[in-house]
């Protein structure tokens, strides 16, 4: 809705979704499903950490989670 009422495109953070799908335990791909793809103009990527406490942590400081290649 934000989207289209401010006539803009989204830049779709991958890493970002999946590092909260996992620490928040939702479905990356139903929240995928929801945003139209038209809208979609770029999509980051970057490596990640895994905390003491198994939480990911959006670092950009080491490899691309192989989670996140599944979208």
């Known amino acids: 809705k934000i989207l289209d009422e401010t006539n803009t495109n ?19 791909e139903q929240f995928l499903e929801s945003i139209p793809a038209t809208k979609v103009k ?19 400081s080491e490899k691309i989670e192989e989670g996140t290649w599944n979208f």
């Open 10 to 28: 989204l830049l779709l953070d991958l890493t970002n979704l999946y590092t909260n799908s996992y620490n928040f335990n939702f479905s990356a």
């Open 42 to 60: 770029a999509i980051h990527l970057a490596g990640g950490i895994k905390n003491k406490d198994n939480l990911l942590i959006d670092s950009h």
